[in-house]
Each structure stands twice: as structure tokens, then as C-alpha cells.
């Protein structure tokens, strides 16, 4: 990957079709996502369409699935797939995987696999989905074995548009999203490298506080338009938290077009944008070894 060439690198975008045609959601929670975020245009990229769509705006991204076949039923894009695509395209594609956290020591060498054998860089979790708090004990095993590996942990924090509008929000509890959650694991592991993925309403303030305490605990602004951001994230990303806050646009339910084009009319200082937009991602995904 030419990092120098890179206009940005995007640290959120999803896999949600599969080689076979099958997707992640239900058409339930498809719909009420859908409508949740305006999507315009194709809702079901594939992966080689996603590497397409990032190399002709000159930009890497993080893509991973989302492994909620336990609670939804829905089985996931296989994490395998999604490596061999970024294999396939390494210009333009970072691979992350996902493990659901039931599966214990099961997943924990799962885990081990996909790093050593196929390239992984990070895991994605999704507590609302996969219906746990961040802090179970139940979950160490895996933190374990991440820290271990030396990959990053993502963890989907605040509301979540997976269900939003659908009778009940689709089943969906937002009680497991809360961040404080996040911060005994990065107490507990304190090697590993976390994201708090999107603005985290409505706990943002206790987002800022962990990502300012706690050294490893970065924060990516996937998920919402910047111009709804609010007004003490984008404070904290212009001063204590600009080596830590990444680009992320939650893509395909965001795209970057639409997120950057907001984001071009926030009132973020020159010399932090290039760190948002990309040189703290090169940095925690290990493509640059540049200093702060």
C-alpha cells in the first residue's frame, strides 16, 4: 500500500454481501437501517466493488462483517472472504475480522488464524448486536489473544442505526454500547489498541474521557454526518485528542463523499485534518512508522 499517494484512509466500512449473495442483516433491520441514514444508491456493495469505489478516490479502508449469527441468525460475511479480498486488492483494502465473543475459547483461536494466516489487522465488535457488555469476562479470553497479537480491538459505541424505527428497535438494546464499558478493557489490557467507533451518543463525553485517559484508546467519527458532531468532540479532536481521532465514514450506509464533504465545512485547524484523514490511521494500522 502507497500511503503517500493516499488521500485518506477510511477505518469503518462494512462487508455486508457475501461471494454467494447472501447478506448480514434481516430485510427488517436492513430497511430500518437504510431509512435511519438516507442511503442513496447501492445498499450491497461487494468487496471487489468496495476496493473499486476506494481506489478511484484514492483511498484505503478498513473493512470487516459483523459476526451476530447468535443472536440474529444472520451468518456473516466470512472473515476469511473478506482477507482474501484485501489479498486480492492490498492497494485499497485493510482487513479486519469479526469473532462474536460467545464463542470463547473457540473464537480466541480463531483469532490466532486469521492473523497468522491470513493477514488480519483488528477485530470489529458490535455489543448491541451481539448482545454483551465490552466487559463480560466472558470476552477476555479473546482480548487475550488480540493483545497477544498485537491487532486492534473496534468496538461499536453510543446509539446504533441497526434497527432504528423498527418495532421495539428491531429487539436491539443500546444499554451493552456505552463506552464506560470499553474503559475496563482498556484498564485490563493496557497493550491493547481500542477504537471507539462513531460520536458515542449519548455517552460522547465519557468517550472523550476514556480516550483521553487512557493511552491506547483511539476514537473514529464513522456514522454520522460532521455537521451533527457534537460541539466537545470536535474540540477535543482540535487539541488533546488530535493524534487519536480517525476518519471513519461507516460506508455503505455513509459514504465518504457525503461524510467529507461535511466534514470539509467543520471547523477542524489545518495542520489536524491530514492526522484525521489519515496519518493517525497509517500509524495504529502499522503502515508508517512516523512519529506524532
Known amino acids: 500500500m502507497d500511503v503517500d499517494s493516499l488521500v485518506a484512509i477510511d477505518v469503518h466500512t462494512h462487508a455486508e454481501v457475501s461471494q454467494e449473495g447472501t447478506t448480514s442483516l434481516n430485510e427488517e433491520l436492513h430497511e430500518a437501517s437504510s431509512a435511519y441514514f438516507k442511503v442513496e444508491g447501492d445498499r450491497k456493495p461487494t468487496l471487489p466493488e468496495i476496493a473499486a469505489y476506494f481506489r478511484e478516490r484514492s483511498m484505503a479502508c478498513v473493512v470487516f462483517p459483523v459476526d451476530t449469527e447468535s443472536t440474529t441468525g444472520q451468518p456473516a460475511v466470512p472473515n476469511e472472504e473478506v482477507a482474501q479480498a484485501a489479498?486480492?486488492?492490498?492497494?485499497?483494502?485493510?482487513?479486519f475480522a469479526s469473532i462474536d465473543p460467545a464463542k470463547g475459547r473457540l473464537g480466541a483461536r480463531q483469532a490466532r488464524r486469521l492473523v497468522e494466516e491470513f493477514g488480519v489487522k483488528g477485530f470489529k465488535f458490535h455489543p448491541n448486536l451481539q448482545e454483551f457488555y465490552p466487559n463480560d469476562r466472558g470476552a477476555y479470553v479473546l482480548y487475550e489473544t488480540l493483545a497477544e497479537l498485537g491487532t486492534v480491538a473496534l468496538f461499536h459505541t453510543g446509539q446504533t442505526g441497526i434497527g432504528a424505527g423498527a418495532p421495539g428497535g428491531g429487539g436491539i438494546r443500546l444499554k451493552y454500547s456505552n463506552p464506560l464499558h470499553v474503559d475496563d478493557v482498556a484498564a485490563d489490557f493496557p497493550e491493547l489498541d481500542i477504537?471507539?467507533?462513531?460520536?458515542?451518543?449519548?455517552?460522547?463525553?465519557?468517550?472523550?474521557?476514556?480516550a483521553t485517559h487512557k493511552p491506547r484508546v483511539h476514537i473514529d467519527l464513522s456514522g454520522w454526518s460532521p455537521r451533527y458532531f457534537p460541539p466537545q468532540l470536535v474540540q477535543y479532536a482540535n487539541t488533546l485528542l488530535q493524534d487519536k481521532v480517525l476518519f471513519g465514514s461507516d460506508y455503505p450506509v455513509i459514504s465518504p463523499?457525503?461524510?467529507?464533504?461535511?466534514?470539509?465545512?467543520l471547523d477542524i485547524k489545518p495542520e489536524v485534518r491530514p492526522k484525521i484523514l489519515k496519518d493517525n490511521a497509517a500509524r495504529l494500522l502499522g503502515l508508517t512508522t512516523d512519529p506524532k
Open 87 to 95: 489479498a486480492e486488492h492490498p492497494d485499497v483494502l485493510i482487513p
Open 195 to 210: 477504537i471507539l467507533a462513531h460520536p458515542s451518543f449519548p455517552w460522547q463525553d465519557e468517550a472523550l474521557s476514556i
Open 257 to 265: 463523499d457525503r461524510w467529507l464533504k461535511s466534514f470539509d465545512k
